[in-house]
């Protein structure tokens, strides 16, 4: 018994010391484009590097490692009751397969609908897995699991703690790829910002009885994206990643391995160029979720809209965002005010608010009920979204997917949304912020040490 309590205490330690002073991200490394205009040594051939351009993409994929494909027909999912029935109706008319990752996902009505779907979907005889993460899925009843795994369903969860690997349960799977017949002619995908959990819900009634109508400020405003073609076959690479890491297992599946690369014939004046990036702990060093945010923003000429649930950037994209204000781009930035998850990590943030506001940074906080989307909207060109904060535990800690889209349907409608946002925000001044107490910035100072953890 003593020897357990001396690995148990000595586990502890390892992992607190990790936590507190190893480095999370390439905080000290600002992304320079050579030969851009607005760079040192411009050069006149490549003033076309805008945000969605295609020497823009070519340097995303360059960095990144990840290829530029195409897709179409993107759908925003603004509301959590249409995400649940939507997504439920998908698992229903699945023949093939379901493939499903999720982070976070909550015991509640939300999750006992998803599991009864799921489990009616194995017994039809549909592959169903499902990868929860052990600390985000925590609270699943362990009798669903069992019901949906005797339905021939199956259940993983990512980065168990382990004596053996104590720092991997920092590193959880914060991705969100949700996969139906995945690489047959009808696959649909669901990717974003949301979760399985009644906070997303306007009613904790299940679906035939929605008499419990909850409180407006009590549910979480998110989003996700539902997707089709190219784009789902790209979340379903996400998930067999993920997968495979957890478990072992190569999904190679006929009707998946069919569907590889959009033949350029099959590119049609209709599709949209975009790069989706699949970040995993386990990368060898590699932030493909910073390159794409620090690079979009570098790229942009006129505009930079951002919103985030949970904020921590680091010193090279507080630099960019700072830099891009004084140069006279409208940059602005949404994040939880009051009503919010994580008040630890709001008050951390507050230690950058003076010296972003002094570059000209708007800085907007959301008042009615607590803010989980992710996207940044780049000069009415390009967007990036999906389930990544700009923090350091997606730049570098978490399994991530994001994708970023050149399509303009798509940024009209997300700017109009960010607009919405901004209506419903109090903004935030200098002078605001020179009125905040002596302790609330000392306060928040201090918890910059520990908030790239909270």
């Given at each position: 018994m003593i020897i357990i309590v001396v690995i148990l205490a000595v586990s502890f330690i390892?992992?607190?010391?990790?936590?507190?002073?190893?480095?999370?991200?390439?905080?000290?490394?600002?992304?320079?484009?050579?030969?851009?205009?607005?760079?040192?040594?411009?050069?006149?051939?490549?003033?076309s590097f805008t945000a969605g351009s295609p020497t823009f993409l070519r340097t995303l994929s360059s960095v990144t490692n990840a290829p530029i494909d195409h897709g179409e027909n993107i759908k925003i999912i603004d509301n959590g009751d249409d995400f649940m029935n939507d997504l439920i109706a998908e698992i229903n008319s699945a023949s093939s397969s379901v493939n499903f990752t999720l982070y976070p996902w909550s015991n509640g009505t939300f999750s006992n609908n998803v599991f009864t779907a799921l489990t009616a979907a194995a017994r039809r005889g549909v592959t169903v897995r499902v990868l929860l993460d052990a600390v985000g899925g925590h609270t699943v009843p362990s009798n669903l699991i069992a019901i949906l795994t005797k339905?021939?369903?199956?259940?993983?969860?990512?980065?168990?703690f382990s004596l053996l690997h104590p720092y991997q349960f920092d590193e959880r799977d914060h991705a969100r790829a949700i996969v139906i017949d995945g690489g047959m002619e009808n696959e649909t995908a669901f990717f974003g910002g949301m979760g399985i959990g009644d906070d997303w819900l306007e009613s904790t009634a299940s679906t035939s009885n929605a008499n419990s109508a909850k409180n407006p400020a009590d549910i979480w405003k998110?989003?996700?994206?539902?997707v089709k073609g190219g784009m789902a076959e790209s979340l379903e690479n996400d998930f067999a990643e993920l997968w495979n890491e957890?478990?072992?297992?190569i999904i190679a599946e006929p009707a998946r391995l069919a569907l590889a690369i959009v033949p350029m014939e099959m590119i049609s004046s209709?599709?949209?160029p975009y790069i989706n990036i699949m970040s995993i702990p386990s990368s060898g060093g590699l932030e493909p979720i910073r390159d794409i945010f620090l690079m979009s923003m570098s790229a942009a000429q006129k505009s930079i809209y951002i919103v985030s649930p949970y904020l921590m950037p680091d010193r090279g994209i507080l630099d960019e965002l700072e830099t891009k204000a004084r140069a006279g781009l409208d940059v602005r930035i949404v994040s939880p005010g009051d009503t919010t998850f994580a008040?630890?990590?709001?008050?951390?943030?507050?230690?950058?608010?003076?010296?972003?506001l002094k570059a000209g940074v708007k800085l907007y906080e959301y008042e009615p009920t607590m803010d989980h989307e992710k996207y940044m909207v780049i000069d009415g060109d390009w967007s990036v979204v999906g389930s990544a904060n700009l923090d350091s535990r997606s730049e570098s800690l978490n399994a991530e997917n994001v994708m970023g889209i050149a399509d303009p349907v798509l940024v009209t409608a997300l700017t109009k949304?960010?607009?919405?946002?901004?209506?419903?925000s109090k903004q935030i001044t200098v002078a605001d912020?020179?009125?905040?107490?002596?302790?609330?910035?000392?306060?928040?100072?201090?918890?910059?040490?520990?908030?790239?953890?909270?």
């Open positions: 390892i992992v607190l010391l990790g936590l507190l002073f190893i480095p999370t991200s390439r905080s000290d490394k600002d992304i320079v484009i050579v030969g851009d205009a607005s760079s040192t040594t411009p050069n006149p051939n490549m003033t339905a021939g369903g199956r259940v993983a969860k990512y980065h168990q998110d989003m996700m994206f539902e957890t478990t072992g297992e209709t599709t949209v008040p630890l990590l709001r008050d951390a943030w507050h230690a950058d608010y003076g010296e972003l949304l960010y607009v919405d946002d901004i209506a419903a912020w020179q009125s905040w107490s002596w302790f609330s910035k000392v306060w928040s100072r201090f918890l910059t040490t520990f908030a790239k953890q909270i």
